[in-house]
């Protein structure tokens, strides 16, 4: 059975500072995996999916890298700011068929201090 | 666009009560599905549907049911509340198995 965890489940960084968020899954057999962004109370905002065949993808200060063989993801934040406070989840689409089902970790939740 | 729009935001249900939480989607995609959010854990998957008139268990669907007689909507059907359906409810779709997926606001349900 496919499980996802992220660790750790809280950061707290100063502004400004580079971050490395984690993710890791039991068995590599994935399609794609997916980072999301949570705020208080909202909903799941898309941040970056990779494909199955893609090591990488980049959006402005993100920067979130797939290594299958090992099952792990990392999300980079460059240049922390305090808008980036929020949980951060994980979420892989296992390779049980082309239905889309997601299985998530529980989240890293950031808080960026000023 | 509206996206993933979710009816309603809160409620407060009484054990044993029925509600249906509403779903529906702008984007015409094929995939929809339903999880549930409880506090510090990840999200479940509860049902899903890859099409209109097709849908499926997923990991937590005890207690629940859903149809899908269009490709816009996705309702959840409550029957006999609990309180363990005390959770925040997330409505999602995807054009694709594959592609990526749009969240709703979610529905914060209360079972006392």
């Known amino acids: 059975k496919q499980e996802v965890t992220q660790i750790p489940a809280a950061l707290s960084v100063p502004e400004g500072e580079n971050l490395v968020l984690n993710c890791s899954f039991t068995?590599?057999?994935?399609?794609?995996l997916q980072w999301f962004r949570q705020d208080p109370g909202k909903g799941l905002t898309s941040l970056l999916l990779?494909?199955?065949?893609?090591r990488e993808q980049t959006s402005g200060r993100l920067n979130a890298s797939l290594d299958k063989s090992s099952g792990r993801s990392t999300l980079y934040i460059a240049a922390s700011q305090p808008g980036d406070s929020a949980t951060y989840l994980c979420?892989?689409?296992?390779?049980?068929?082309?239905?889309?089902?997601?299985?998530f970790g529980q989240g890293t939740t950031l808080q960026v201090k000023p | 666009n509206a996206g993933v729009t979710q009816t309603p935001k809160f409620r407060i249900l009484k054990i044993g009560q029925s509600m249906t939480l509403q779903c529906t989607q702008d984007?015409?995609?094929?995939?929809m599905y339903w999880y549930r959010q409880d506090p510090g854990m990840g999200l479940k998957l509860i049902y899903y549907?890859?099409?209109?008139?097709?849908?499926d268990k997923g990991e937590v669907p005890n207690g629940y049911n859903v149809s899908r007689s269009t490709t816009e909507d996705f309702p959840l059907r409550l029957e006999l509340a609990a309180p363990s359906q005390t959770s925040v409810y997330f409505c999602a779709s995807t054009r694709q198995g594959t592609t990526e997926a749009f969240f709703g606001q979610g529905t914060r349900l209360t079972v006392v």
């Open positions: 549907s890859v099409g209109a008139g097709i849908t």
């Open positions: 990779i494909q199955s065949s893609q």
């Open positions: 984007m015409n995609h094929n995939y």
């Open positions: 068995d590599s057999a994935i399609y794609n």
């Open positions: 979420a892989v689409i296992a390779g049980s068929g082309n239905t889309g089902k997601l299985i």
